[in-house]
């Protein structure tokens, strides 16, 4: 075994397993963000670890080593957690986060696979975010994957058609539904004018899914704090720009008429207006630095 169990849990009811593993698309931070903020509200503790030297390649993952005037004070190295705690209606929640596996995934599915049937967790879910053609000025849309036709059919997120990479929860998908543990992945759309700084609208949008898919209750005040912050400096960004404005009202149209047209359909809307994303990234990433 490559997981070292501190005290296991007992007496558990109906755990949910939630995963972020750090390294696959996570656009705008949101799935972290919504990480962070479980694990802040559910006072969660750690409960396991996996082992280092099988899953992470520390020529890739360099350790942190912290100098003070010359001196090595601790080397600050990541680590696959396993980590537990209670919503706000007492729910237990399963937390596994870190940083996505470098090495030997079937070992890591498997071994995750069976520490969710020890712990009898009843559903699982992973998160992600993506950069989209869509505007800031409305909620974060949610979209879906899974290995299960039930939760297909019952959870009304987006669905997508195509052929993508995948990262360690598309494995997870699998493995746990074989196990009899329903599994889905649940990604925010954040506009790809922002998909490069931290934002909390996408991570807000991702804690109301978990509530939607399975019953999660987390407030996420803090988060939803920054998020209004963080709305309110784009606003401006956009007020200031004849340009921006203009892309703007665009996108709000093509976003508009796809949810009248195809709500289920996960779409790309045509190229907006005649500002490139990497051009318009970059000026926001300039505006909101100098906000900061």
């Not at 360690?168 to 990604?187: D, K, V």
Request: aromatic share 6%; charged share 20%; glycine share 6%.
């Amino acid at each position: 075994m490559s997981i070292t169990w501190n005290t296991p849990p007992t007496d558990l009811d109906d755990p949910v397993l939630i995963v972020y593993l750090g390294g696959w698309i996570d656009s705008g931070g949101a799935a972290q963000l919504a990480t962070d903020a479980l694990l802040k509200e559910c006072e969660a503790e750690p409960i396991a670890v996996f082992d280092d030297d099988t899953y992470l390649d520390f020529r890739a993952r360099r350790p942190t080593m912290k100098l003070v005037d010359g001196l090595n004070t601790v080397l600050d190295w990541q680590h696959i957690t396993l980590s537990h705690g209670r919503d706000r209606i007492g729910r237990d929640v399963i937390i596994a986060h870190g940083p996505e596996p470098d090495l030997a995934w079937h070992r890591f599915v498997n071994e995750l696979t069976t520490a969710a049937r020890d712990l009898k967790v009843g559903a699982c879910a992973h998160l992600g975010a993506y950069p989209f053609s869509c505007p800031h000025t409305r909620p974060s849309r949610l979209s879906m994957t899974t290995a299960s036709e039930d939760l297909l059919a019952t959870l009304p997120f987006l669905r997508s058609t195509l052929d993508v990479p995948g990262g360690i929860g598309s494995a997870l998908e699998h493995s746990l539904h074989a196990a009899g543990i329903p599994t889905l992945g649940i990604w925010a759309q954040v506009p790809h004018y922002a998909a490069t700084m931290p934002y909390p609208a996408a991570g807000v949008a991702l804690l109301d899914g978990l509530k939607q898919s399975l019953d999660l209750v987390i407030d996420g005040t803090d988060l939803r704090s920054s998020m209004v912050d963080h709305r309110r400096r784009l606003d401006q960004l956009v007020h200031d720009n004849s340009e921006h404005a203009l892309m703007l009202r665009e996108l709000e149209t093509a976003h508009d008429a796809e949810l009248s047209d195809a709500p289920q359909i996960d779409v790309m809307p045509p190229t907006i207006g005649n500002i490139s994303a990497d051009e318009l990234s970059e000026q926001v990433e300039r505006f909101l630095r100098g906000q900061d």
